[in-house]
Nanobody, 128 residues
Framework: QVQLVESGGGLVQPGGSLRLSCAASGRTFSTYSMGWFRQAPGKEREFLAAITWNTGITYYADSVKGRFTVSRDNAKNTVYLQMNSLKPEDTALYYC?????????????????????WGQGTQVTVSS
């Protein structure tokens, strides 16, 4: 069983930055590919970014490319999402997820159903 705990959300003004963290349990974190998603009220869960377990290849949704950066620290069992130039439309509940099996491609990493474990989410609100 893998447990994921997100942190770092909060209220930020437009144009500001936040860094989200996702701490994972388990001694095999380095073998998990990790993804970040978000869900705004009344909307479907949206893929944002992902990082593979072995090559460290990253994938991004077009909506956040150039503004968000995903990274991981296997020694700390933690994955991060650095978010810059935040906009009001970035307001949502942000989730991290672990993909512990299956192939890792841009397609599979971008689909929520391919992830095996999810955190509870951290709220990000972008407002002046």
């Amino acid at each position: 069983q893998v447990q994921l705990v997100e942190s770092g959300g909060g209220l930020v003004q437009p144009g500001g930055s936040l860094r989200l963290s996702c701490a994972a349990s388990g001694r095999t974190f380095s073998t998990y590919s990790m993804g970040w998603f978000r869900q705004a009220p009344g909307k479907e869960r949206e893929f944002l970014a992902a990082i593979t377990w072995n090559t460290g290849i990253t994938y991004y949704a077009d909506s956040v490319k150039g503004r968000f950066t995903v990274s991981r620290d296997n020694a700390k069992n933690t994955v991060y999402l650095q978010m810059n130039s935040l906009k009001p439309e970035d307001t949502a509940l942000y989730y991290c997820a672990a993909k512990v099996k299956g192939i890792t491609t841009a397609r599979t990493m971008g689909q929520a159903q391919n992830y095996d474990y999810w955190g509870q989410g951290t709220q990000v609100t972008v407002s002046s």
